[in-house]
């Protein structure tokens, strides 16, 4: 059984374990990444980036270079089409050599009786002692598992009419000819299954961090993909959690965990969900809204839901784009 030790410890090699290994890295923090593949994954061929999503990349300092990579959607605002696999290679190679091990997929993590802090079991039976846990593993995180937290819920839709409708409200500002080719689309190849998504009530409510083992990202507020926001979100969460960490950090030699200093990491974390769930409660209101109107029973009930949309989020369908979640 090999057994190690490391002061900063991110489970997930996706989009936000890789973001928030590179924002700690801006901040001069060394951590290491553990992915349960032997290659960097990018699941899926490409993701809409919002300007809050650039303002992320940005801070990031990757901003200017995915911007020759991308496709522009829209000449209003900064909607860009980027591939999954451009962002997820750009923000690994920005790291440190051997950030990233490989084949290390957590199976289990229970907290030390005697210091508190996390231990992770690999399923190669690779023992990890780490100070500081960040579980970035998406929707079924081990680490989030072992906070209590419970299953993100799940919808699927059948009504294909819908689904074009919706997609054509969502295009709002895009070029007319791709409007057009979405209004003409065959509704016997629409299909929607298996959105993930938990419920603006869970976000509020919902507890992220035990001792000195937080969450981020889909680990912690997977949003359905009505509105765009899953992977600029989970940028956001790394800069805010290694803005609040290196402040935590601040003055540490890299050796001195005293108590003081586990005190002072656990209430970074305790600002850092408290700055996020002003975001994404409010996010995870508006998909769970547009969600609740591909399940509507009427149209009566569809025009209330659209009312409350009105009411919470105004005429501007794109207000969830126009934020900055502030350098690190």
């Known amino acids: ?46 993701i809409n980036v919002y300007p809050n999503g650039w303002h992320a990349l940005d801070h990031l300092g990757i901003g200017s270079e995915l911007r020759k990579k991308c496709v522009p959607i829209t000449k209003k605002g900064e909607l860009r089409s980027l591939k999954r696999s451009d962002l997820v290679h750009t923000l690994a190679n920005h790291l440190p050599h051997e950030t990233i091990l490989f084949s290390q997929r957590v199976i289990s993590v229970e907290t030390n009786p005697e210091t508190g802090f ?10 990890i002692n780490c100070k500081v846990l960040i579980g970035c593993e998406g929707v079924n995180s081990i680490v989030a598992k072992s906070l209590g937290m419970k299953a993100p819920n799940s919808i699927a839709e059948k009504d294909c009419t819908l689904l074009r409708d919706l997609t054509i409200d969502m295009m709002e500002g895009f070029p007319s000819h791709l409007i057009d080719m979405v209004r003409r689309v065959d509704l016997d190849s629409l299909g929607l299954t298996g959105v993930r998504y938990r419920p603006p009530w869970d976000l509020a409510l919902g507890t ?13 507020h997977v949003i359905a ?37 586990k005190i002072r990491v656990e209430r970074a974390m305790d600002e850092y969900l408290k700055e996020r769930k002003l975001r994404l409660v409010r996010l995870s209101m508006q998909t769970y809204l547009l969600g609740l109107m591909f399940e509507a029973p009427s149209k009566v009930v569809k025009f209330v839901i659209i009312f409350t949309l009105l009411v919470f989020f105004g005429l501007n369908s794109l207000g969830h784009a126009q934020y900055d979640c502030g350098p690190l």
């Open 208 to 220: 992220f961090r035990r001792g000195t083992t937080v969450v981020a990202g889909d680990a912690m």
């Open 118 to 127: 996390p231990i992770l079991h690999c399923v190669d039976g690779t023992v």
């Open 225 to 261: 993909p009505f509105i765009g926001q899953g992977g600029s979100t989970a940028i956001e969460d790394a800069i805010v959690l290694a803005r609040g960490l290196a402040c935590a950090f601040r003055g540490s030699d890299g050796g001195d965990w005293d108590r003081m200093m």
């Open 1 to 46: 059984m090999n057994s190690s030790e490391h002061e900063i410890v991110i489970a997930g090699g996706g989009i936000c374990g890789l973001a928030t290994a590179l924002a700690l890295h801006r901040k001069g923090m060394k951590s290491i990444v553990l992915e349960r593949s032997d290659t960097l994954r990018a699941t899926g061929a490409a």
